[in-house]
């Protein structure tokens, strides 16, 4: 049994008072030398005397002994321990490996509830704690945020970086970039891709060593324009030059322009935010050659470039926040004009703005609720069932405790099982979380991340799991532990005595109403969230969207001028709309739910325009004639675009229901007239629209103007081609259409409008879904532990049920008396369950949409569907109730 | 220092004590006497110093204890050699042997020391 010998727990008794022990050897030893000396003719005392003269230096000795057992003594204390937990741990795999069903029902009802925790934190820990893949010390990073009259976290101009740049000296460098896309093509073929274009200190600053070659040089921020140097992204570089080493010193064009391949980024860095995906950086000095803005770099309105720094070493946050603040105030009064009101915000950490950030907590803050819900009723099941388990070895712990082991000791080795089984279930918690997490991140919007693509299982992961299994080993051990360990041993030995049953089943009761009560709550949060998805889904866009198909060309990028655009543009338009299963076909300059939009504020001309007159702020978009066919946007006055408003005609344009009501309400605009802007040109309004849903589905009412295409060209656009039946069927036709006018143009975009809609409610159907699911999951093991409590109890009270029907119980009463018991825990819990849901559900209120978070109907078919599961969950044990033959019964006893 | 008498070194009398003990259980007091009388009395050692070298032993695994009645019947502690204690002494002794032996070769050579440093 032990480790230790035998006799070495002999000396225990020796063991704890070593002093007197010494002592008394001593005193024997001494005793003897004066019997000695008494016989020898010395008279008692002086016989003592001397002996202790002859025994010597009696105190050094007994310090020296007193040392040495001491130690001893510690050594052996330790050893013992070690040995206990060891016996301990053998003691408890034994008891496990014994009942290998039950084990097995708890790890796997472990492995659910842990392993949703572990998913949801391999998330979290992948977008908001584990470091942007690539830099170096990335804990002196900073975030730099414009903000403009205190609020706001935005980009800045290329001067105010050069200043931030030139003067801080908190900051131990500033570097900037700006997103963007370009083509890129070798000669063989194009393909749009996500750029950035970066200040020369961008891979200096964030410490990236490049794969192969160089990164950028500082001077070549500088230089004047035609730094035509580019360094690849790694996934661009395998993918395009199958990973050839020779790329550097190649030449590619970078929107219709040659570039130097100078080096390859390392693998897994994609740029400084987590949700762009960059596969190639250009520097900021090659602008002129990379788009029309080339005066973006002397503008200080200009306001387009990410900044990020780097601490000088001993800085915190607060003292650079204090000196950048002084920096922008000098900005501010050096240059009104443009830096009026603009201050800067210093985040610590790169990778993910801070409102994405914020959204991100949010979004986790609700997962990690349910999950910790599911866990919750998971370790609720595994308490119900280790009290179940208590029952079975009232007995062996009784005989246990007889032989002297303590309540301590037992309590020790009963938790010592609940944590060797949270320890199994953690393990295989891992090994689910890492399943689930690669299906969850191909659900919507978390599919788009290109950091997901990748769930690390790094420390933080494991050490999340080993906390939670650990947490979970009490939280389900340690009630049981306490109850078992309990001394009451008299009554336990009598076997045959149920004893002490009515506070276990009381126990036992409670998990279940609590159990049920969580599941409630999880479920009006799921239902809540999918009544918005709903909401969503059902809300009237204004536009006809299951029969559009889009596909987005940039002729600008391709090295279009606008002549030869406008051409391409007519010449496309005209051949798709003769395809067949084309009913119409326009083009658009913003793709409508897709990505945000653009707004100018808008004065009607016939009344002045005070100074402080802020006008309207209104969205709009340049759309060819076909435009409001294609979409099923509805005329309701005047005419829509037409091929007459070319570039040459009068300037017109058609609003919307929304402007329409602030600028003239209760008239007719047609025929009005409209500036954008104060200084704008007066343009006619020729057509009124009915409001549709522009940015995003839950938005309200947004006040909209439409611009003919050919009054207001735009090199990018997007093709609406309205089908005649399924959009995805036109789609390779509209796609072969483009090659045909330009076999080289790269095509974005291409796919259904209503897979737009879909992304753009992503946040919401994961919400949704993820929700949904791990709600469900809680209430399924809800549901097993009423199984399996109805089951257990039904087969203790056997005998109970046996006299009852002896003496004539029906059938139907005797299972009666069992959903009677089931139907108690559902209705308590769920009452409970709702009480807490009305608490609950009011932090969600933001996330939804069309439902308040008290929604009736919600809560009232979650509980309906609680009621009718969990009772449909115990009707099998009532059944087994009713079939329990009286005498069978009665003889077991 | 009576004349005669020798001083124990400290390694020494544990080699002593655990050859003492090879005779079968025996109190602090017993190992004393037994070294004396085989030494005819020429051992000097501290009575009190016995104890600490009998604790270490005893710590080590060498000897174990235990308490026991005593020729005159009186609460004694009886100390008894391990197998431990046994190999320990075997080895002990040997090299003790070879060291006398060496020490021996050196006195008992020639009057002057023949070899010098080239």
């Given at each position: 049994m032990s480790a230790e010998p035998i006799w070495r727990r002999y000396k225990r008794w020796w063991g704890p008072d070593v002093e007197s022990d010494v002592d008394e050897e001593f005193e024997f030893h001494i005793g003897l030398i004066a019997d000695r000396l008494?016989?020898?003719?010395?008279?008692?005392?002086?016989?003592?005397?001397?002996?202790?003269?002859?025994?010597?230096?009696?105190?050094?000795?007994?310090?020296?002994?007193?040392?040495?057992?001491?130690?001893?003594?510690?050594?052996?204390?330790?050893?013992?321990?070690?040995?206990?937990?060891?016996?301990?741990?053998?003691?408890?795999?034994?008891?496990?490996?014994?009942?290998?069903?039950?084990?097995?029902?708890?790890?796997?009802?472990?492995?659910?509830?842990?392993?949703?925790?572990?998913?949801i934190f391999s998330l979290f820990n992948a977008v908001l704690l584990r470091p942007l893949p690539g830099v170096s010390e990335p804990e002196s990073l900073v975030q730099l945020g414009r903000t403009q009259g205190g609020d706001g976290f935005d980009t800045f101009s290329y001067p105010d970086l050069a200043d931030y740049r030139e003067t801080s000296r908190t900051l131990a460098g500033v570097a900037g970039s700006w997103s963007t896309a370009v083509h890129l093509s070798t000669g063989r073929e194009t393909e749009r891709v996500d750029a950035a274009v970066v200040s020369g200190n961008y891979f200096d600053v964030l410490g990236v060593r490049p794969a192969l070659g160089r990164g950028y040089l500082p001077e070549e921020d500088e230089a004047a324009a035609g730094v035509r140097a580019v360094v690849l992204g790694y996934g661009l570089w395998q993918r395009w030059f199958g990973g050839e080493r020779s790329v550097v010193g190649a030449t590619v064009r970078l929107n219709g322009e040659p570039f130097t391949v100078v080096g390859v980024a390392p693998e897994g860095f994609t740029g400084t935010q987590i949700h762009s995906g960059?596969?190639?950086?250009?520097?900021?000095?090659?602008l002129d050659g990379l788009s029309p803005e080339s005066t973006l770099r002397q503008s200080r309105d200009a306001v387009w470039l990410m900044l990020f720094g780097r601490l000088a070493p001993g800085v915190g946050v607060e003292e650079a926040q204090r000196e950048l603040t002084g920096i922008a105030q000098r900005l501010e009064r050096e240059y009104p004009e443009s830096n009026e009101e603009r201050g800067i915000q210093v985040v610590a950490g790169v990778g993910v703005h801070p409102g994405?950030?914020?959204a991100a907590r949010g979004f986790l803050a609700i997962l990690f609720g349910v999950v910790v819900v599911v866990l919750l009723v998971a370790c609720a099941n595994v308490a119900n069932l280790l009290l179940a388990r208590a029952v079975e070895r009232r007995r062996e712990l009784a005989v246990r405790a007889a032989h002297g082991a303590s309540r301590g000791r037992l309590l020790r080795q009963l938790l010592m099982e609940s944590l060797l089984l949270a320890a199994m279930g953690g393990v295989a918690a891992v090994a689910l979380a890492m399943v689930a997490a690669r299906t969850l991140v191909r659900l919507p919007m978390l599919s788009e991340l290109p950091v997901l693509q990748r769930v690390p299982l790094d420390w933080r992961v494991?050490?999340?799991?080993?906390?939670?299994?650990?947490?979970?080993?009490?939280?389900?051990?340690?009630?049981?532990?306490?109850?078992?360990?309990?001394?009451?041993?008299?009554?336990?030995?009598?076997?045959?005595?149920?004893?002490?049953?009515?506070?276990?089943?009381?126990?036992?009761?409670?998990?279940?109403?609590?159990?049920?009560?969580l599941s409630m709550v999880a479920l009006v949060a799921a239902g809540l969230f999918v009544r918005t998805l709903q909401n969503l889904y059902g809300v009237d866009s204004g536009f006809d969207i299951a029969s559009v198909a889009v596909a987005s060309v940039d002729v600008g990028r391709q090295g279009y001028d606008d002549e030869r655009g406008g051409r391409f543009f007519d010449e496309l338009i005209r051949n798709v709309e003769a395809l067949p299963g084309v009913e119409a076909a326009g083009l658009g300059t913003i793709?409508?739910?897709?990505?945000?939009?653009?707004?100018?504020?808008?004065?009607?001309?016939?009344?002045?325009?005070?100074?402080?007159?802020?006008?309207?702020?209104?969205?709009?978009?340049?759309?060819?004639?076909?435009?409001?066919?294609?979409?099923?946007?509805?005329?309701v006055r005047?005419?829509?675009?037409?091929?007459?408003?070319?570039?040459?005609?009068?300037?017109?344009?058609?609003?919307?229901?929304?402007?329409?009501?602030?600028?003239?309400p209760g008239e007719d605009p047609i025929g009005e007239r409209l500036r954008a802007g104060r200084e704008g040109e007066p343009v006619e309004v020729v057509g009124l629209v009915a409001d549709a849903k522009y940015r995003s589905l839950n938005e309200e009412s947004r006040p909209f103007a439409y611009y003919p295409f050919q009054q207001m060209y735009s090199p990018s656009a997007t093709l609406h081609v309205?089908?005649?039946?399924?959009?995805?069927?036109?789609?390779?036709?509209?796609?072969?259409?483009?090659?045909?006018?330009?076999?080289?143009?790269?095509?974005?975009?291409?796919?259904?409008?209503?897979?737009?809609?879909?992304?753009?409610?992503?946040?919401?159907?994961?919400?949704?879904?993820?929700?949904?699911?791990?709600?469900?999951?809680?209430?399924?093991?809800?549901?097993?532990?009423?199984?399996?409590?109805?089951?257990?109890?039904?087969?203790?009270?056997?005998?109970?049920?046996?006299?009852?029907?002896?003496?004539?119980?029906?059938?139907?009463?005797?299972?009666?008396?069992?959903?009677?018991?089931?139907?108690?825990?559902?209705?308590?819990?769920?009452?409970?369950?709702?009480?807490?849901?009305?608490?609950?559900?009011?932090?969600?209120?933001?996330?939804?949409?069309?439902?308040?978070?008290?929604?009736?109907?919600?809560?009232?078919?979650?509980?309906?569907?609680?009621?009718?599961?969990?009772l449909a969950a115990s009707q099998l044990p009532a059944r087994r109730a009713s079939r329990v033959d009286p005498v069978t019964a009665l003889r077991s006893e | 220092m009576a004349a005669g008498e020798i001083d124990v070194m400290q390694g020494t009398l544990d080699l002593l004590v655990l050859?003492?003990?090879?005779?079968?259980?025996?109190?602090?007091?017993?190992?004393?006497?037994?070294?004396?009388?085989?030494?005819?009395?020429?051992?000097?050692?501290?009575?009190?110093?016995?104890?600490?070298?009998?604790?270490?032993?005893?710590?080590?695994?060498?000897?174990?204890?235990?308490?026991?009645?005593?020729?005159?019947?009186?609460?004694?502690?009886?100390?008894?050699?391990?197998p431990r204690g046994s190999e320990e002494l075997g080895r002990e002794a040997e090299g003790w042997g070879r060291y006398v032996e060496m020490v021996g070769k050196v006195l008992s050579a020639g009057p002057e020391p023949t070899w010098r440093p080239a």
């Amino acid at each position: 049994m032990s480790a230790e010998p035998i006799w070495r727990r002999y000396k225990r008794w020796w063991g704890p008072d070593v002093e007197s022990d010494v002592d008394e050897e001593f005193e024997f030893h001494i005793g003897l030398i004066a019997d000695r000396l008494e016989a020898s003719g010395l008279g008692r005392e002086e016989a003592d005397r001397r002996a202790r003269v002859e025994f010597g230096d009696a105190a050094r000795a007994r310090r020296m002994c007193g040392e040495i057992g001491k130690q001893r003594l510690e050594r052996t204390r330790r050893s013992e321990r070690v040995a206990r937990w060891t016996q301990d741990l053998r003691y408890a795999s034994r008891a496990l490996a014994k009942r290998p069903a039950f084990t097995a029902a708890v790890v796997a009802t472990l492995a659910l509830g842990i392993g949703a925790n572990v998913t949801i934190f391999s998330l979290f820990n992948a977008v908001l704690l584990r470091p942007l893949p690539g830099v170096s010390e990335p804990e002196s990073l900073v975030q730099l945020g414009r903000t403009q009259g205190g609020d706001g976290f935005d980009t800045f101009s290329y001067p105010d970086l050069a200043d931030y740049r030139e003067t801080s000296r908190t900051l131990a460098g500033v570097a900037g970039s700006w997103s963007t896309a370009v083509h890129l093509s070798t000669g063989r073929e194009t393909e749009r891709v996500d750029a950035a274009v970066v200040s020369g200190n961008y891979f200096d600053v964030l410490g990236v060593r490049p794969a192969l070659g160089r990164g950028y040089l500082p001077e070549e921020d500088e230089a004047a324009a035609g730094v035509r140097a580019v360094v690849l992204g790694y996934g661009l570089w395998q993918r395009w030059f199958g990973g050839e080493r020779s790329v550097v010193g190649a030449t590619v064009r970078l929107n219709g322009e040659p570039f130097t391949v100078v080096g390859v980024a390392p693998e897994g860095f994609t740029g400084t935010q987590i949700h762009s995906g960059v596969e190639l950086f250009a520097p900021v000095s090659s602008l002129d050659g990379l788009s029309p803005e080339s005066t973006l770099r002397q503008s200080r309105d200009a306001v387009w470039l990410m900044l990020f720094g780097r601490l000088a070493p001993g800085v915190g946050v607060e003292e650079a926040q204090r000196e950048l603040t002084g920096i922008a105030q000098r900005l501010e009064r050096e240059y009104p004009e443009s830096n009026e009101e603009r201050g800067i915000q210093v985040v610590a950490g790169v990778g993910v703005h801070p409102g994405i950030a914020e959204a991100a907590r949010g979004f986790l803050a609700i997962l990690f609720g349910v999950v910790v819900v599911v866990l919750l009723v998971a370790c609720a099941n595994v308490a119900n069932l280790l009290l179940a388990r208590a029952v079975e070895r009232r007995r062996e712990l009784a005989v246990r405790a007889a032989h002297g082991a303590s309540r301590g000791r037992l309590l020790r080795q009963l938790l010592m099982e609940s944590l060797l089984l949270a320890a199994m279930g953690g393990v295989a918690a891992v090994a689910l979380a890492m399943v689930a997490a690669r299906t969850l991140v191909r659900l919507p919007m978390l599919s788009e991340l290109p950091v997901l693509q990748r769930v690390p299982l790094d420390w933080r992961v494991l050490a999340f799991a080993a906390a939670v299994a650990v947490i979970s080993g009490l939280v389900f051990g340690l009630a049981p532990a306490l109850r078992m360990s309990r001394p009451d041993l008299v009554s336990s030995l009598k076997e045959g005595t149920p004893g002490s049953g009515s506070t276990r089943a009381r126990a036992r009761t409670a998990l279940l109403v609590g159990q049920v009560a969580l599941s409630m709550v999880a479920l009006v949060a799921a239902g809540l969230f999918v009544r918005t998805l709903q909401n969503l889904y059902g809300v009237d866009s204004g536009f006809d969207i299951a029969s559009v198909a889009v596909a987005s060309v940039d002729v600008g990028r391709q090295g279009y001028d606008d002549e030869r655009g406008g051409r391409f543009f007519d010449e496309l338009i005209r051949n798709v709309e003769a395809l067949p299963g084309v009913e119409a076909a326009g083009l658009g300059t913003i793709l409508p739910l897709g990505h945000g939009g653009w707004d100018t504020r808008m004065f009607a001309d016939d009344r002045p325009i005070g100074p402080e007159d802020e006008g309207i702020k209104t969205d709009q978009n340049a759309v060819s004639p076909g435009y409001f066919r294609a979409m099923g946007v509805t005329l309701v006055r005047g005419r829509g675009i037409s091929e007459a408003d070319r570039a040459d005609a009068p300037r017109v344009v058609v609003i919307n229901q929304a402007l329409t009501d602030l600028l003239w309400p209760g008239e007719d605009p047609i025929g009005e007239r409209l500036r954008a802007g104060r200084e704008g040109e007066p343009v006619e309004v020729v057509g009124l629209v009915a409001d549709a849903k522009y940015r995003s589905l839950n938005e309200e009412s947004r006040p909209f103007a439409y611009y003919p295409f050919q009054q207001m060209y735009s090199p990018s656009a997007t093709l609406h081609v309205r089908a005649s039946g399924d959009p995805r069927g036109v789609l390779p036709l509209v796609q072969a259409e483009v090659r045909a006018l330009d076999a080289d143009l790269p095509i974005y975009r291409a796919g259904t409008l209503a897979h737009w809609r879909d992304r753009s409610l992503g946040p919401q159907r994961a919400a949704a879904s993820l929700v949904g699911f791990f709600g469900a999951l809680a209430f399924l093991l809800a549901a097993i532990g009423l199984y399996g409590s109805m089951s257990y109890t039904v087969s203790q009270r056997t005998r109970e049920i046996g006299i009852r029907m002896a003496l004539g119980a029906r059938v139907a009463q005797v299972a009666g008396l069992v959903l009677r018991d089931a139907a108690a825990v559902l209705v308590v819990g769920i009452v409970i369950g709702g009480l807490a849901a009305l608490a609950v559900t009011r932090l969600l209120q933001g996330q939804l949409f069309g439902v308040q978070p008290t929604d009736p109907l919600t809560f009232a078919a979650v509980a309906a569907m609680l009621l009718v599961v969990g009772l449909a969950a115990s009707q099998l044990p009532a059944r087994r109730a009713s079939r329990v033959d009286p005498v069978t019964a009665l003889r077991s006893e | 220092m009576a004349a005669g008498e020798i001083d124990v070194m400290q390694g020494t009398l544990d080699l002593l004590v655990l050859k003492a003990l090879t005779g079968g259980p025996m109190h602090g007091y017993n190992v004393l006497a037994w070294l004396r009388e085989t030494t005819d009395g020429a051992l000097r050692v501290e009575d009190a110093a016995l104890y600490p070298a009998l604790h270490r032993m005893e710590s080590r695994g060498l000897i174990e204890s235990e308490w026991g009645l005593s020729e005159n019947n009186r609460r004694a502690k009886f100390y008894q050699l391990t197998p431990r204690g046994s190999e320990e002494l075997g080895r002990e002794a040997e090299g003790w042997g070879r060291y006398v032996e060496m020490v021996g070769k050196v006195l008992s050579a020639g009057p002057e020391p023949t070899w010098r440093p080239a």
